[in-house]
């Protein structure tokens, strides 16, 4: 079930964060690896948390997938893709993998954008994990490009177009 996430959650996030940092260690990606200033990335988190909305996939009462709907980030996208109404996710986790966790909450983000009329889900993603990238792909987004701006280790742009993917 799709639910909102609320401050009481905000120590699982921080901690499935940690936790999915060690998991992509043992998956041959670069991804969240190369002298990152953890204090940085668990204030980025915590500012994410304060400024957008955060929800979560709960199972026998317990939250095991979880993103943030924030703001599109204008370093990536033009002016026109901007302007258009959609939903932004990411922090994109999940408690346990290869579950299909993720994969549920995915869909049912997709599906109340969807319902609230936006034309697109879009993502931006850390730009050499391939692997990731094919899941977002096996998923039904499109790769749109992939920008490369100093100091961002992502910059692989998907979306979906929600007026015609069902």
């Excluded at 699982?12 to 990606?29: C, N, P, Q």
């Excluded at 940085?40 to 993103?67: C, K, P, S, T």
């Excluded at 980030?73 to 999940?94: D, K, M």
Aim: contains cysteine; proline residues 3%; aromatic residues 10%.
């Amino acid at each position: 079930m799709l639910i909102e996430l609320d401050e009481s959650h905000r120590p699982l996030i921080h901690k499935v964060r940690d936790e999915a940092g060690e998991w992509l260690s043992t998956k041959g990606t670069d991804q969240y690896r190369g002298g990152l200033d953890m204090a940085q990335v668990h204030a980025n988190i915590d500012r994410d948390f304060d400024e957008y909305q955060f929800v979560g996939w709960l199972i026998g009462g317990r939250v095991v997938a979880m993103l943030a709907i924030i703001a599109p980030e204008a370093e990536f996208w033009a002016p026109e893709e901007l302007a258009e109404p959609q939903t932004y996710i990411s922090r994109f986790f999940v408690v346990e993998h290869g579950k299909g966790h993720g994969a549920d909450l995915l869909r049912a983000v997709i599906e109340q954008a969807r319902a609230q009329g936006k034309h697109w889900v879009r993502l931006n993603c850390w730009s050499t994990n391939t692997r990731l990238h094919d899941y977002y792909l096996a998923h039904g987004f499109e790769y749109v490009r992939t920008c490369n701006i100093p100091g961002r280790m992502s910059g692989a742009l998907f979306q979906m177009d929600l007026r015609s993917h069902s």
